[in-house]
């Protein structure tokens, strides 16, 4: 999947495995990753006082689409 020099660089830091987000799946996998993000951010825009972060990554993975 796509990732992003900033991506590349604090993966390189930390020893993470951060990935770009899917909105448009090419793989199962990355359609489980989508469908497990949406599912998780739709709980906390639900629950959330304030959530605009959540809502403008959601509509970065295109979630309810």
């Keep these: 999947s796509d990732v992003c020099s900033s991506d590349l660089k604090y993966n390189a830091a930390t020893g993470s ?6 909105p448009n799946p090419k793989t199962k996998a990355d359609e489980g ?8 951010m ?22 309810g689409k």
Excluded at 17 to 22: D, G, N, Q
Excluded at 50 to 57: E, F, V
Aim: net charge positive; charged share 35%; with cysteine.
């Design 17 to 22: 495995k951060l990935k770009a987000p899917a």
């Design 42 to 63: 739709g709980g906390v825009v639900a629950k959330s006082k304030n959530a605009d972060r959540a809502k403008a990554s959601m509509r970065r993975w295109n979630c």
């Design 33 to 40: 990753r989508k469908k497990s993000f949406c599912a998780r």
